[in-house]
T-cell receptor, first 113, second 114 residues
Framework: AQSVTQLDSHVSVSEGTPVLLRCNYS??????LFWYVQHPNKGLQLLLK??????LVKGINGFEAEFKKSETSFHLTKPSAHMSDAAEYFC???????????FGKGTRLHILP | EAQVTQNPRYLITVTGKKLTVTCSQN?????MSWYRQDPGLGLRQIYY???????DKGDVPEGYKVSRKEKRNFPLILESPSPNQTSLYFC?????????????FGPGTRLLVL
């Protein structure tokens, strides 16, 4: 069965330092993977998606994620955190056979001044 | 403008009083879905629909009903709401058919059941 596991429920980083949000997936075949962000009291916004064309995926707001099949990971990174990055981030896998979408439990990113 | 709309955005109701949350999309998407979001649990799928008159249960369908009579609309019905259905609800839509396509999310409906 396909699933995603977000390894940290909360991550705190200082402004200007790198961000790493971890996500591992399980899938019996090549998955479709996404990262979404949800700012406080806002809806969900797509950050980036893995299309199998390239293992390093660049998204909006300076975020990127690398698909590593050997590690079954799709971690989200950003070189330098900004205060506006404080939000909850969801790793998502999409099952191709029936388009079922499975969300991770979310990681709340806190940015320290 | 391509969008998914939900109504109402906020709702306070009492146990047992039937309610409907509407969802509409203007992108001619085949696939539509309802999720509920609860702290620490992420988003869990309630029901989804792969096309008109085709609906299927998600992970947490108990206490909910849906219908898909038209492509653009996918209402969520709570026949007899209970306090454990207090949550934030999101509707989403996308093209389907196996392509890597993103879901477009509505703005959310915050429901409080007293």
């Amino acid at each position: 069965a396909q699933s995603v596991t977000q390894l940290d429920s909360h991550v705190s980083v200082s402004e200007g330092t790198p961000v790493l949000l971890r996500c591992n997936y399980s899938s019996s075949y090549s998955p479709s993977l996404f990262w979404y962000v949800q700012h406080p009291n806002k809806g969900l916004q797509l950050l980036l998606k893995y299309t199998s064309a390239a293992t390093l995926v660049k998204g909006i707001n300076g975020f990127e994620a690398e698909f590593k099949k050997s590690e079954t990971s799709f971690h989200l990174t950003k070189p330098s955190a900004h205060m506006s990055d404080a939000a909850e981030y969801f790793c998502v896998v999409r099952r191709l056979k029936d388009d079922k979408i499975i969300f991770g439990k979310g990681t709340r990113l806190h940015i320290l001044p | 403008e391509a969008q998914v709309t939900q109504n109402p955005r906020y709702l306070i109701t009492v146990t047992g009083k039937k309610l409907t949350v509407t969802c509409s999309q203007n992108m001619n998407h085949e696939y539509m879905s309802w999720y509920r979001q609860d702290p620490g649990l992420g988003l869990r799928q309630i029901y989804y629909s792969m096309n008109v008159e085709v609906t299927d249960k998600g992970d947490v369908p108990e206490g909910y009903k849906v219908s898909r009579k038209e492509k653009r609309n996918f209402p969520l019905i709570l026949e007899s709401p209970s306090p454990n259905q207090t949550s934030l609800y999101f509707c989403a839509s996308s093209f389907s058919g196996g392509s890597v396509e993103t879901q477009y999310f509505g703005p959310g409906t915050r429901l409080l059941v007293l």
